[in-house]
């Protein structure tokens, strides 16, 4: 029998929402489908990297469709630094806390992939108006734990913060590992043991039932902040493996080598179903969703589960054109998988109720490099060009591609933003740097199957006071589909 809160058993997921709430998000991902519409949505917005003097800063976007300033940037929250490039941010408490009574989802944690300094923002006070709460400097995490490049945030149980670094200060994925922030947003230490930190860092998401963390691999931040350079894959400067660890234990168990079939695999996520032993991987240059999975004699193995194949193109710096999954989720109930290919330009819906055979049941093109009007083309098996049809959304053409995704509670709105990292925004698409992001939501068919952008939705972050700026990594007040585990 499991607990879904302290002195309370249940059979199994089906029936944990029956359970009395006491600590922060929901019983189970279940119970997280029936919550509250969401109303506000809170957002990265990015000048680091696009030649504007400005620091980054966090957006709130009212998505109340009630609401007069639907659609519209009603808060900015700026940061007291310039250059640090906001990355993919988390909560100090979420549903793996729920059966803590003392604790509260209150303070966002904001990782910075460039400075690597961590900002923690309070939403309690007012939710539409975020204010700082407090800085923790790069100093003084390099100092205590020799990690730089910070990137993924997630809480933890136990009242602790985890966040992923990328590499050290020189930029050496060698140095990459976790580090820990106690309850009061202090350097607490690395979570890695001594000599078993993963060979690049990037994601990473934790199932406690079957006491395993596992990570996912970028490459060495003096690479990708350079720009991309394909030479370097071969160079062995960005990664391939996922790194299976002890939990909560810190101990390095298996390293798997997802060979070239997972080159740059980078958001990782297990099932949500906390007694489930698999998940998916994106692997962004190889354009493959991998599939991880416990074994009978307890060790991890992985397959492919769904492959993009490379478009023959004319007039781009390749001859051929990967679809670069960069993001992806699940729905809370583990029915469906979302994904994007932030080239292509296309974001597709796969039915993963058996997770060993993935169906395809929705696909729209929101961007990419091969939209109508656009110099590059695609070229088909008969020998024709072919271009995407993307439409004009309040009479705005699309800019660059879908990148980070954030789905409703309850499965049926996804929503969109563009930028990837600034230097990559400007060597793919330049025209993003210079006009800005744009987020856009997507009705989601979850009887059929099906995807379609809603006209009525645009936010248009090139129109921003301060000039146009990148949006990014997307949270709502009560939690989400990729900030909230269950244990």
Known sequence: MEHCEKGHKVMNQSNMHDCPKSGPGYASPLAAMSGPRETLLYVTAIYSGTGREKPDYLA??????????????????????????????????????????????????????????????????????????????????????????????????????????????????????????????????????????????????????????????????????????????????????????SWPGGDLRQTLDLGGSGLLPLEVRFLHDPSKDTGFVGCALSSNMVRFFKTEDGSWSHEVAISVKPLKVQNWILPEMPGLTTDFLTSLDDRFLYFVNWLHGDIRQYNIEDPKNPVLTGQVWVGGLLQKGNPIVAITEDGNTWQSDVPDIQGNKLRGGPQMIQLSL???????????????????????????????QIHVDTENGGLKINPNFFVDFGAEPGGPSLAHEMRYPGGDCTSDIWI
């Open 410 to 440: 309850d499965g049926t709105r996804l929503y969109v933003t563009n930028s990837l990292f600034s230097v990559w925004d400007k060597q793919f698409y330049p025209e993003l740097v210079e006009k800005g992001s744009h987020m856009l």
């Open 60 to 245: 709130t976007v009212d998505v109340d469709p009630s609401s007069p300033t639907y659609s519209k940037v009603i808060h900015r929250l700026p940061v007291p630094y310039l250059g640090d490039e906001l990355h993919h941010f988390g909560w100090n408490s979420c549903s793996s806390c729920y059966g803590d009574p003392s604790a509260v989802r209150r303070y966002l944690i904001l990782p910075s992939l460039v400075s690597g300094r961590i900002y923690v923002v309070d939403t309690k006070t007012n939710p539409s108006s975020p204010s700082l709460h407090k800085v923790v400097e790069p100093e003084d995490i390099i100092s205590k734990t020799g990690l730089a490049y910070a990137h993924t945030s997630h809480c933890l149980a136990s009242g602790d913060v985890m966040i992923s670094f990328l590499g050290d200060k020189d930029g050496n994925a060698a140095g990459s590992g976790f580090l820990l922030l106690d309850p009061e947003f202090n350097v607490k230490g690395r979570w890695d043991k001594p000599g078993h930190s993963p060979l690049f860092g990037y994601d990473f998401w934790y199932q406690p039932r079957h006491k395993t963390m596992i990570s996912s691999s970028w490459g060495a931040p003096a690479a990708f902040t350079k720009g991309f350079n394909l030479q370097h894959v071969s160079d062995g400067l960005y990664g391939r493996h996922l790194h299976v660890y």
